[in-house]
Antibody, heavy 118, light 111 residues
Framework: QVQLQESGPGLVKSSETLSLTCTVSGGSISSYYWNWIRKPPGKGLEWIGYIYYSGSTNYNPSLKSRVTISVDSSKNQISLNLSSVTAADTALYYC????????????WGQGTLVTVSS | QSVLTQPPSVSGAPGQRVTISCTGSSSNIGAGYDVHWYQQLPGTAPKLLIYGNSNRPSGVPDRFSGSQSGTSASLAITGLQGEDEADYYCQSYDSSLSGSVFGGGTKLTVL
């Protein structure tokens, strides 16, 4: 079955850019929406944005000015860049697959913790 | 402040029934967009529990059920077990944001 694995630096300095990669194994990226979702400590889940396999994107308006999501179909990877980070961006970051717009997220990656330091 | 509103916590004794509410608005649940539910056990990723308001993925016990009416949805858990102690999140689509929205999460404690 399809498995997702997030990877990237666990520590990012304030004002710099957070960069994460989600590697998809056991299936193709094609015909799905690939989402990034985060969970700050002690808070709930927050949708960051998605990329369709063809390259179209949509981002959470609250993060839109700082987020870029891209896809590398040859590597079955989805990337997240979040610029000008602050302590408020400290969170567990997850990637998740969505079959249709407005559908559910399944499966999810195990998540990767990113801490923003000053 | 989450777009979908859930109670921060609920509790129940083993064997009892609990419900978790998820309240939205006319741009998400009230607009007819489906509600999905996730269970997050400590230290693990969220797991799909209910999709399309009331459907259970393969492997999810029928103790878990979902419903939706108007601008709200509910998750019911019957025959509570200690292993059900987790955080539960609802999710839907919001037309004004053109994106997915989550509830703030509900912590279930089994007494």
């Amino acid at each position: 079955q399809v498995q997702l694995q997030e990877s990237g630096p666990g520590l990012v300095k304030s004002s710099e850019t957070l960069s994460l990669t989600c590697t998809v194994s056991g299936g193709s990226i094609s015909s799905y929406y690939w989402n990034w979702i985060r969970k700050p400590p002690g808070k709930g889940l927050e949708w960051i944005g998605y990329i369709y396999y063809s390259g179209s994107t949509n981002y959470n308006p609250s993060l839109k000015s700082r987020v870029t999501i891209s896809v590398d179909s040859s590597k079955n990877q989805i990337s997240l860049n979040l610029s000008s980070v602050t302590a408020a961006d400290t969170a567990l970051y997850y990637c998740a697959r969505e079959a249709l717009r407005g559908a559910w997220f399944d499966p999810w990656g195990q998540g990767t913790l990113v801490t923003v330091s000053s | 402040q989450s777009v979908l509103t859930q109670p921060p916590s609920v509790s129940g004794a083993p064997g009892q029934r609990v419900t978790i509410s998820c309240t939205g608005s006319s741009s998400n649940i009230g607009a007819g967009y489906d509600v999905h539910w996730y269970q997050q056990l400590p230290g693990t990723a969220p797991k799909l529990l209910i999709y399309g308001n009331s459907n259970r993925p393969s492997g999810v016990p029928d103790r878990f059920s979902g419903s939706q009416s108007g601008t709200s949805a509910s998750l019911a858990i019957t025959g509570l077990q200690g292993e059900d102690e987790a955080d539960y999140y609802c999710q839907s689509y919001d037309s004004s944001l053109s994106g997915s929205v989550f509830g703030g999460g509900t912590k279930l404690t089994v007494l």
